[in-house]
Nanobody, 121 residues
Framework: QVQLVESGGGLVQPGGSLTLSCAASGRIFSINAMGWYRQAPGKQREWVATITSSGSTKYADSVKGRFTISRDHAKNTVYLQMNSLKPEDTAVYYC???????????????WGRGTQVTVSS
């Protein structure tokens, strides 16, 4: 069917930067919105940012001004540039995409398996 594969996570010091990538592959006719969520230990998964097919973006208040979401339509890839990272940004980051699998098909919601981001000195 469809796979979303995240990459780019790791360990970074407070104030540092990381860029996450998420590539979609498989049975894809079109991709609508793509986004990022995160889940910290002991907490519920929370929304981080979304980018529509036309390029409109929205951000959670906690990351606004520090994170930037972008996408490459040709590569079916979404990115999350994270700057000025804080310890509270530590979480597993998940990619999400709304994908139509065929011309006559419905839009389905897909998730990646996540990539760990740890912000610590």
């Amino acid at each position: 069917q469809v796979q979303l594969v995240e990459s780019g996570g790791g360990l970074v010091q407070p104030g540092g930067s990381l860029t996450l990538s998420c590539a979609a592959s498989g049975r894809i006719f079109s991709i609508n919105a793509m986004g990022w969520y995160r889940q910290a230990p002991g907490k519920q998964r929370e929304w981080v940012a979304t980018i529509t097919s036309s390029g409109s973006t929205k951000y959670a208040d906690s990351v606004k001004g520090r994170f930037t979401i972008s996408r490459d339509h040709a590569k079916n890839t979404v990115y999350l540039q994270m700057n000025s990272l804080k310890p509270e940004d530590t979480a597993v980051y998940y990619c999400n995409a709304q994908i139509q699998n065929s011309f006559h098909g419905y839009e389905n919601d897909y998730w990646g398996r996540g990539t760990q981001v740890t912000v610590s000195s």
